[in-house]
Structure formats: C-alpha cells, structure tokens
C-alpha cells in the first residue's frame, strides 16, 4: 500500500505511475509524462525502476474469456488427505501443467486449496473433475459455478 511504498523509497510521482499503468499497461510514456506533470526521460527513469524492483511484475493483455469459449469460470477447492512437503510438491506440479487453472492457492479452513479455473462448457469441467480425481493426494473435490462476476479487477489498491 501507499505506506509501504513511501517506506520503499517510491514517492507519490512512482504512485501516480503505477495507479495509471494498472488502469492501462499500454499507457505511452510521453502520456504519462503529461498527466503526472514529469518529464518523459524522468517517467521512464522511474518505470524500469519500478521493474528493476520488481514492483512491477509483467505487462498482460486481459482477455474477454466469454469471447474466446470459455463460458464458465468455477473455483474447485480441494482437501488433500495428506499434507505431507512430497504431496503438495507433486500435486502443484500437476495443477501447474493444466492451463485451464488459472489460479491455485494452498488456503487454510475446511479446504487446502482453491483452484480458479475457467472452461468452455459443462462437459469440459467434468473432464477437468475426473483428471484431478486421478492424482494423488486428493481426499475430496468441491466445485462452485459463477453465476455472476461481480467485481471482476486486478488492480490493487495503493492508497
């Protein structure tokens, strides 16, 4: 958050940067330079900064899924029956290779981990289902359908 950042050394110039590359990562540098009131070299000194940091991660380009096929997104949680290192090592592993997961957590609570995932139809889920059922560790399989995005935003707040 702001706090951090200032703690880190980023002024509110930094700030104005990234709050306006999240809202759009392919801002111009001379754009940015006019809305923050910096000079484009100044601008551009700071955004490899921020990169060289690691405060910024990577550029995307956000695609509309339901444009694409992918019509249901779902979150699969997970409870592994053991939670031995060798077992979760294994099983991230093989999440890591299924490109339709798009997110994966080791969380606490009744679950182990959440899977955000997004699929063309309800016959691809069920494959997506009956593949988890096969590697090892999994003690039980919950499924949950998004009806509805509601907030849907990657940017994070830095106030």
């Known amino acids: ?11 509110q110039l930094d700030i104005a940067i990234l709050e306006e590359l999240q809202e759009n990562g392919r801002t111009s540098v001379a754009d940015l330079a006019r809305k923050i009131h910096l000079s484009q070299p100044a601008v551009h000194n700071r955004i490899k900064r921020l990169e060289r940091d690691g405060i910024i991660q990577q550029y995307v380009a956000l695609l509309n899924r339901k444009a694409i096929g992918y019509d249901l997104m779902c979150f699969v949680q997970i409870r592994l029956n053991s939670h031995q290192e ?59 359908v998004v009806l509805q995005e509601v907030k849907l935003t990657t940017a994070l707040s830095l106030e």
């Open 86 to 144: 060798d077992v979760i090592r294994k099983l991230t592993q093989a999440i890591h290779e299924l490109v339709i997961v798009l997110e994966c957590f080791l969380v606490t609570g009744q679950s182990d981990m959440i899977l955000k995932i997004v699929v063309e139809n309800q016959q691809a889920l069920n494959n997506l289902i009956s593949k988890l059922t096969t590697l090892d560790g999994i003690e039980r399989i919950e499924t949950a």
């Open 1 to 11: 958050m702001k706090k951090a950042l200032q703690q880190g050394g980023y002024d």
